[in-house]
C-alpha cells in the first residue's frame, strides 16, 4: 500500500525533524556550491580563494551534510526491510572517510597564510604577502576591492625574509624584500601589476607581459 514498505508499517516525520532535515540539506547543497565556485574561483575573489579553495575539505563537509540530511530525512528504521536505505548510508560513510583521510594527508597543499602589508589610501587596493602550508617561498599579491567583494589582481613576485610595501599612489606600490626598494606601477582599472619580480629574490621588476 501506499506509504508503507514491505511490512513496516507506515511512519512520519516529525515536523521539527523534517525541517532540520531539509535545511541541512539546503545548507550542504549550498556549501557544494561554494566549495565548486572556490576551486574554480573564475572571478579570482579572494574570499572563495581562501573559505572555499581546498576541494578536500569540501568533499569531506559536503559529504558529512549528506549523511546528517539522510539521517534526519531517511530514517532506517528496520535494517532487514530498508537495506538499501542502509547500503546508501554505508556509501555515504566510505566516501566520507576517503575525504576525510585526503584531507588529513593532502589538506596543506591548498592552504596558505595571508598578511596584508600595505593598503592604498582610499582602502582600494592591498598588498598581501601569501605564504603556502607546505612551501618558505613568499610571494607578494595585489587585492582589488575590499571585504566580500575583494578579488585577486595580480601577483608582483617572490619575497624574501621581512616585507615592507608602501603605496606611493593607487597604481605605484613601492616594495622591499631585503632587496631594492622596488617601485611597482599598478593598471588603474584593474589594479593588476604592470611589473613583476624576477623568480630570485635578489631580482627587480620586470615587465609582467612582453612588450608588443
Avoid: K
Wanted: hydrophobic share 50%; glycine share 12%.
Amino acid at each position: 500500500m501506499g506509504g508503507m514498505e514491505s511490512g513496516t508499517a507506515p511512519t512520519r516525520l516529525s515536523m521539527p525533524r523534517r525541517v532540520a532535515g531539509i535545511a541541512v540539506a539546503v545548507l550542504t547543497v549550498a556549501l557544494a556550491v561554494l566549495f565548486v565556485a572556490g576551486v574554480a574561483n573564475p572571478w579570482r575573489l579572494v574570499v572563495l580563494e581562501r573559505q572555499f579553495g581546498n576541494p578536500l575539505f569540501g568533499a569531506f563537509v559536503v559529504v558529512a551534510g549528506v549523511y546528517i540530511a539522510l539521517l534526519l530525512l531517511a530514517p532506517v528504521r528496520n535494517e532487514a526491510v530498508q537495506r538499501g536505505r542502509g547500503q546508501v548510508r554505508m556509501a555515504v560513510v566510505v566516501v566520507g572517510l576517503l575525504a576525510l583521510f585526503g584531507w588529513a594527508l593532502f589538506g596543506r597543499l591548498f592552504a596558505a597564510e595571508y598578511v596584508e602589508v600595505a593598503r592604498s589610501g582610499d582602502g582600494s587596493r592591498a598588498v598581501v604577502v601569501v605564504t603556502p602550508a607546505t612551501d618558505e617561498r613568499q610571494h607578494a599579491r595585489v587585492w582589488e576591492g575590499s571585504g566580500l567583494s575583494a578579488r585577486d589582481a595580480g601577483e608582483i613576485g617572490r619575497v624574501c625574509g621581512a616585507v615592507t610595501a608602501t603605496f606611493v599612489s593607487n597604481d605605484l606600490v613601492e616594495i622591499e624584500a631585503g632587496y631594492g626598494p622596488w617601485r611597482i606601477e599598478l593598471d588603474p582599472g584593474t589594479g593588476a601589476p604592470q611589473q613583476t619580480l624576477g623568480p630570485r629574490c635578489p631580482d627587480g621588476p620586470q615587465p609582467s607581459t612582453p612588450a608588443s
